[in-house]
């Protein structure tokens, strides 16, 4: 499926006399000659397959047809000379399938335009705030000043739209996902083969992102995470500054990004290559936790049921270790949900309580983190559901305790 077809699933939910505003968003300074690395909106993106600044996406539809226009800047051979290589028209219609490309000088005149000649009721921009206090993205305020011009016109929120669309990913989305995977997967080999005690977290950090760099994947999907002993059972932990020290675990909770679609994958690995006999058990129980919620997962049925299905084995299995007296205590050990929409984001877009249907890539991640005696331990996979269950994407990054040891004792 291209871009244009992402298009026009998404025209075919809209009501008539609907105009869609996109902004790939800008970038924004560090310091007064210096910009953070630039994330485009992953709307804008899902719609166009552009990850240019400063570009923006309008459509409006009728009852009787669909005009869409992209905007870009406009090629300056003073500017390419300091940041390389601007897009040009020819370029962007390759990759988005739309034809009308203007440069961004008569955007607002665009605009305007439809507003002055067209019966607009609805305007859709991305609206999505994650928390009351982050700062407005940038889709956000001009969604603001849009309003304030246009009060008459009903604001939609498109990252709401793009939702039922985005979950359900496909062939060449697919496809993506399977590459930064296979990317990922060399990247952790990488790892194990170098991997021993004394060596920084953020050493192993290095190979990991070395490897995934060489192979062609530009972005990780997400800061990754590298937790030896203790620091592996902080879920989000993310300053990789202690040694790997000999006996312990690492966990590694990362992802390669590949023509922006990611990865999510987390290993645990003992720092000399063979796990403890108490490490080996805790890992077995959370791989059964693993093996169980992939063999369930089947189209009509939720995360949240994914989830009961991990604490039961998780909280079965502690309860025979000794750790906990109830099943309904597993929560002392095991504090996170066992799965979330992978795609465009790592944490892709979805409506709460959505069942699964063929086509969502989610992850498949129960751990168990045991404060006093240093084992943290997390076994995440990547799902794709199927018309009957679903397929293992990750299934070739070696998990099983026997196999990981061999491969690090070679």
Same mark, same amino acid.
């Given at each position: 499926?291209?871009?244009?077809?992402?298009?026009?699933? =998404?025209? &075919?939910?809209?009501?008539?006399?609907?105009?869609?505003?996109? +902004?790939?968003?800008?970038?924004?300074?560090?310091?007064?000659?210096?910009?953070?690395?630039?994330?485009?909106?992953?709307?804008?993106? +899902?719609?166009?397959?552009?990850?240019?600044?400063?570009?923006?996406?309008?459509? +409006?539809?009728? &009852?009787?047809?669909?005009?869409?226009?992209?905007?870009?800047?406009?090629?300056?051979?003073?500017?390419?000379?300091?940041?390389?290589?601007?897009?040009?028209?020819?370029?962007?219609?390759e990759i988005s399938g739309i034809e009308d490309v203007r440069y961004t000088?008569?955007?607002?005149? &665009?605009?305007?335009?439809?507003?002055? !000649?067209?019966?607009?009721?609805?305007?859709?921009?991305?609206?999505? !705030?994650?928390?009351?206090?982050?700062?407005?993205?940038?889709?956000?305020?001009?969604?603001?000043?849009?309003? /304030?011009?246009?009060?008459?016109?009903?604001?939609?929120?498109?990252?709401?739209?793009?939702?039922?669309? !985005?979950?359900?990913?496909?062939?060449?989305?697919?496809?993506?996902?399977?590459?930064? =995977?296979?990317?990922?997967?060399?990247?952790?080999?990488?790892?194990?083969?170098? $991997? /021993?005690?004394?060596?920084?977290?953020?050493?192993?950090? &290095?190979d990991f992102e070395y490897t995934c760099r060489r192979l062609g994947a /530009?972005?990780?999907?997400?800061?990754?995470?590298?937790?030896? #002993?203790?620091?592996?059972?902080?879920?989000?932990?993310?300053?990789?500054?202690?040694?790997?020290?000999?006996?312990?675990?690492?966990?590694?909770?990362?992802?390669?990004?590949?023509?922006?679609?990611?990865?999510?994958?987390? !290993?645990?690995?003992?720092?000399?290559? /063979?796990?403890?006999?108490?490490?080996?058990?805790?890992?077995?129980?959370?791989?059964?936790?693993?093996?169980?919620?992939?063999?369930?997962?089947?189209? %009509?049925?939720?995360?949240?049921?994914?989830?009961?299905?991990?604490?039961?084995? $998780? #909280?079965?299995?502690?309860?025979?270790?000794? =750790?906990?007296?109830?099943?309904?205590?597993?929560?002392?050990?095991?504090?996170? %949900?066992?799965?979330?929409?992978?795609?465009?984001?790592?944490?892709?877009?979805?409506?709460? #309580?959505?069942?699964?249907?063929?086509?969502?890539?989610?992850?498949?991640?129960? %751990? $168990?983190?045991?404060?006093?005696?240093?084992?943290?331990?997390?076994?995440?996979?990547?799902? =794709?559901?199927?018309?009957? %269950?679903?397929?293992?994407?990750?299934?070739?990054?070696?998990?099983d305790p026997d196999e990981i040891e061999a491969f690090m004792a070679q």
């Amino acid at each position: 499926m291209s871009f244009a077809e992402h298009r026009q699933r =998404l025209y &075919a939910t809209l009501a008539d006399n609907s105009l869609v505003i996109s +902004y790939a968003g800008i970038p924004i300074h560090t310091n007064e000659d210096d910009y953070y690395d630039f994330e485009v909106n992953s709307q804008y993106f +899902y719609l166009t397959g552009l990850q240019r600044e400063s570009t923006a996406f309008v459509a +409006y539809k009728t &009852a009787e047809k669909t005009t869409e226009v992209l905007f870009i800047e406009e090629p300056n051979p003073r500017f390419e000379r300091w940041t390389g290589k601007m897009p040009t028209k020819e370029e962007v219609r390759e990759i988005s399938g739309i034809e009308d490309v203007r440069y961004t000088d008569s955007l607002e005149s &665009a605009i305007g335009g439809y507003m002055s !000649r067209f019966p607009v009721e609805y305007a859709y921009f991305d609206l999505y !705030r994650c928390q009351m206090n982050d700062l407005p993205d940038y889709n956000v305020v001009m969604a603001e000043r849009f309003s /304030k011009i246009y009060p008459q016109v009903v604001l939609k929120d498109l990252h709401t739209a793009c939702v039922p669309l !985005r979950e359900q990913k496909d062939a060449e989305e697919i496809e993506r996902v399977r590459k930064a =995977l296979d990317i990922t997967r060399q990247g952790l080999e990488f790892v194990m083969k170098n $991997l /021993k005690p004394g060596m920084m977290e953020y050493q192993v950090q &290095a190979d990991f992102e070395y490897t995934c760099r060489r192979l062609g994947a /530009k972005k990780q999907a997400f800061p990754t995470i590298a937790g030896s #002993g203790i620091n592996g059972c902080m879920m989000h932990y993310g300053t990789n500054h202690c040694v790997v020290e000999d006996s312990t675990l690492i966990l590694l909770d990362l992802g390669a990004k590949y023509e922006n679609y990611c990865s999510d994958i987390t !290993r645990t690995y003992p720092a000399n290559g /063979k796990f403890s006999p108490r490490q080996r058990e805790v890992y077995e129980l959370v791989l059964k936790a693993n093996l169980a919620v992939a063999e369930a997962a089947k189209p %009509g049925i939720t995360t949240r049921d994914l989830n009961d299905i991990a604490k039961n084995v $998780l #909280g079965e299995g502690l309860v025979a270790m000794g =750790l906990i007296e109830d099943v309904a205590e597993v929560g002392k050990y095991y504090m996170h %949900g066992v799965s979330h929409p992978i795609g465009i984001d790592v944490h892709d877009i979805s409506l709460a #309580g959505d069942t699964l249907k063929p086509g969502w890539i989610i992850s498949n991640e129960p %751990g $168990l983190y045991i404060d006093e005696e240093a084992i943290g331990i997390r076994i995440e996979d990547d799902l =794709l559901i199927t018309e009957e %269950g679903c397929e293992v994407l990750s299934k070739d990054i070696i998990k099983d305790p026997d196999e990981i040891e061999a491969f690090m004792a070679q």
